[in-house]
């Protein structure tokens, strides 16, 4: 409890200052809002004080700010001429709040995660774009339209470019030198880093400017005269009982009129669906990446309405213009959405004629600078190096809602998005890889964690592309959820289309609820017929395939428990591996190899002995391996020991603690030269580790000569071609191998000095 005070004492001011500069931005937009709506003017300031408020206390988000929004403009409109009163209007906000309510209780607010972040961002763009367009004419004075409106088409007859056509015959020099001198210092202030860093947020300072400058206009009186037209409008009451006649009320006897509903529900929709997309766009605002939850934001909105509609204010949602201008204020809870609503509650209450003062050109300077921070050429420049199929979409949402309006723009963007996704489950929905087993080509089809039907044309083309005779493997074992009529092809698939082309079909990771029961009809182990049917070099070619998916991480897919079961009678391997024991160098892992594969050989230091030899022995001879291949590696320990104790009087026993190393370390020796270690201890460790390297080549090199020298069954069996003797040395830094040339004899030159 300690803390969390703390942190609200700590915070307090910011979200003060930041309040006070939303409260100014949103009192001239409440106005605008509800004239653009042809509702009360004063509906549109009671929505800024409940969404401010009510809506700020309950929401959980920490940044977004609520109130009437200029997307909801045209449907406001329409209802209120559809139902033929204000009163029966305001029954419909009551209901529209209910249902945002259930949908919210229902944590219907999930649907925010299907919105494409392309969009998202199009959206924060687009509403940047909008402020800078529709805040230059009042920045310049020119004030012919509400200031709440976002449309492209405006209620003059012109739009949004248009308008700035106009502006040119119409410029106010009082007005415009207040937008310009607001600018300037908004653009100064966040340059300058003592004040940028200062407690006193710019926009207050603008605004103290622009009250500043209209006073001392009237007193120059003509041109330079600021009038009301250029003025924040709140409307005046003769005492506090009067501003009580300002409420309105829900006209209930509307409550069986069916046409209220369908009101209610055009209002819900539309205003919980820009709620979630404004809500998912400020949190990407919010420099500390917070994220609110959407169903409860649903639940606040929805209460929100119903208290908005008993008072006789228009619909609320969260609105990003608000949500923007307070994170760029410098906002660090939600308390700053409450102080915005209070002050807008205290202020056209007992300060109407104050608010009055404050010119709408330095309010616009104030959008228009968060509309360039949204509109960033930054964004930009990012959303085109991220590629085609995210700056289609943005870019097409950004000129959709500047040429539309908020929604139809929105609604274009999400369609282009869809579009886009179609295209792409279309195309490449699901990963087809090859896989090369011991029995043949897998075409494995590894489908995606969510399966839906927009998969299913995909999938048929990719079930027709499997060749007759050919095996498939359909691998669910990433799958969260398949749509029934993808579970309907597969099925379709494998019990009649498969079988009469011949295809066998391999199921792996479907869940029981699937009705589809795994099963492995690929052959994913050595058998008797394969062994017999490779030779020699075809065997070395798939270990270098199994090593070539080791390394690129593309490892076949294989049932451990029905490879278990097949090899339980008997062994097949096609190679004997002689590697070390090193932990880094597990011959199974490393070659892609699966039960029953491959014999693994592990000694320190890869060397060979009588009873080495007997295993190497039985597994060819007896078992009928083809391959035997010794695999050194970079870096060996028992390789390292063995040049540290070359000509050294200490004991291996002495030196290691170890007192069977011994037999592994002089087998190692052979293959170093006595004097070729002089110095070794003064040598940098790269030149070191490469000497040591260069030893441990040197004896795999031996390992193999010996093998031949010393084994009479092994020499007979190389040089009939039953098998062959390969070398070979693993770098454990890049996990690359690399196949030594073949040793006629073991008699080789010893290292050359150091």
């Known amino acids: 409890m300690a803390s969390n005070a703390s942190l609200s004492r700590s915070t307090l001011p910011r979200d003060l200052a930041a309040g006070s500069v939303v409260f100014l931005v949103a009192l001239p937009l409440c106005l605008g809002v509800?004239?653009?709506?042809?509702?009360?003017?004063?509906?549109?300031?009671?929505?800024?004080?409940?969404?401010?408020?009510?809506?700020?206390?309950?929401?959980?988000?920490?940044?977004?700010?609520?109130?009437?929004?200029?997307?909801?403009?045209?449907?406001?409109?329409?209802?209120?001429?559809?139902?033929?009163?204000?009163?029966?209007?305001?029954?419909?906000?009551?209901?529209?709040?209910?249902?945002?309510?259930?949908l919210g209780v229902a944590r219907a607010g999930f649907l925010a995660a299907f919105f494409p972040s392309s969009v998202i961002k199009g959206l924060l763009a687009a509403i940047g774009v909008i402020l800078v367009l529709k805040q230059i004419p009042h920045v310049l004075g020119h004030d012919p339209n509400p200031e709440g409106d976002m449309s492209f088409q405006q209620p003059d007859h012109e739009n949004s470019f248009s308008e700035l056509f106009q502006v040119f015959g119409d410029i106010h020099p009082g007005a415009a030198v207040i937008g310009l001198a607001s600018i300037a210092l908004l653009v100064v202030w966040g340059r300058w880093k003592r004040l940028k860093n200062s407690s006193i947020p710019a926009p207050l300072v603008v605004v103290l400017l622009g009250v500043g400058l209209s006073l001392l206009f009237r007193q120059l009186g003509g041109r330079w005269l600021i009038d009301t037209s250029h003025l924040v409008q709140v409307p005046l009451a003769d005492s506090l009982t009067g501003y009580l006649k300002f409420l309105q009320h829900p006209d209930f006897s509307q409550w069986s009129n069916p046409a209220v509903y369908t009101a209610a529900l055009t209002i819900a929709a539309v205003a919980s669906l820009e709620t979630l997309l404004n809500l998912e766009a400020v949190d990407k605002l919010d420099p500390q990446q917070r994220v609110s939850p959407p169903s409860r934001e649903l639940v606040a909105q929805g209460v929100g309405n119903v208290v908005a509609g008993l008072i006789g204010g228009i619909p609320v949602t969260s609105v990003i213009v608000r949500g923007s201008v307070n994170i760029h204020a410098g906002s660090k809870s939600k308390l700053s959405a409450v102080v915005h609503g209070v002050l807008l509650l205290v202020s056209v209450t007992f300060l109407p004629m104050w608010l009055n003062l404050i010119p709408l050109s330095c309010l616009a300077a104030i959008l228009l600078v968060t509309g360039i921070k949204l509109a960033s050429p930054v964004l930009v420049k990012q959303m085109w190096s991220e590629g085609r199929y995210q700056f289609l979409p943005f870019i097409l949402t950004v000129v959709s809602i500047v040429l539309t309006d908020l929604l139809i723009g929105i609604m274009i963007g999400l369609a282009v998005s869809i579009a886009f996704i179609l295209s792409s489950n279309v195309r490449r929905p699901i990963r087809r890889i090859v896989e090369k087993h011991l029995g043949g080509e897998v075409i494995r089809i590894e489908l995606a964690n969510q399966v839906s039907f927009f998969n299913r044309a995909a999938l048929a083309l990719a079930f027709d592309e499997v060749p007759r005779g050919g095996h498939l493997l359909l691998d669910a074992r990433n799958t969260d959820y398949i749509d029934p009529d993808v579970l309907s092809l597969i099925r379709d698939f494998t019990a009649q289309s498969a079988p009469v082309r011949g295809v066998e079909v391999s199921l792996v990771g479907f869940r029981q609820a699937y009705q589809l029961k795994d099963q492995t009809q690929y052959v994913d182990c050595s058998t008797r017929d394969i062994q017999s049917a490779l030779t020699p070099k075809q065997v070395l070619q798939l270990l270098k395939e199994g090593h070539d998916r080791f390394r690129t991480g593309q490892r076949l897919t294989r049932d451990f428990g029905r490879q278990v079961n097949a090899t339980a009678n008997g062994q097949h391997p096609l190679a004997v591996v002689v590697s070390c024991i090193d932990s880094r160098t597990p011959a199974e892992l490393i070659l892609d190899m699966g039960v029953g594969d491959i014999f693994s050989v592990r000694v320190a230091g890869?060397?060979?002995?009588?009873?080495?030899l007997g295993s190497i022995e039985y597994g060819c001879a007896v078992a009928g391996a083809k391959l035997i291949l010794v695999m050194g590696h970079t870096r060996c320990g028992a390789v390292t020991a063995a040049v540290d104790l070359v000509g050294s009087d200490v004991s291996t026993a002495d030196a290691t603690g170890c007192e069977h190393l011994d037999h592994i370390v002089s087998d190692i020796q052979l293959s170093i030269a006595p004097h070729s270690c002089?110095?070794?201890?003064?040598?940098?460790?790269?030149?070191?580790?490469?000497?040591?390297?260069?030893?441990?080549?040197?004896?795999?090199?031996?390992?193999?000569?010996?093998?031949?020298?010393?084994?009479?069954?092994?020499?007979?069996?190389?040089?009939?071609?039953?098998?062959?003797?390969?070398?070979?040395?693993?770098?454990?830094?890049?996990?690359?191998?690399?196949?030594?040339p073949a040793v006629e004899s073991n008699r080789m030159p010893a290292l050359d000095p150091v």
């Open 34 to 102: 509800a004239l653009a709506s042809n509702a009360p003017l004063f509906s549109g300031v009671l929505a800024g004080i409940v969404g401010g408020i009510l809506v700020g206390m309950l929401s959980g988000s920490q940044t977004s700010v609520s109130g009437p929004a200029a997307g909801l403009t045209a449907i406001v409109a329409a209802q209120i001429a559809s139902l033929g009163s204000f009163e029966a209007f305001l029954m419909a906000v009551v209901i529209a709040g209910l249902i945002q309510i259930a």
């Open 606 to 612: 890869n060397i060979t002995s009588r009873k080495v």
């Open 678 to 740: 002089q110095g070794i201890e003064q040598l940098p460790p790269d030149e070191k580790k490469a000497f040591v390297d260069n030893v441990a080549r040197r004896n795999v090199l031996r390992v193999v000569n010996a093998m031949i020298e010393e084994s009479h069954t092994l020499n007979v069996l190389v040089q009939s071609g039953r098998i062959a003797i390969v070398g070979a040395m693993y770098d454990v830094g890049t996990g690359s191998i690399e196949l030594l």
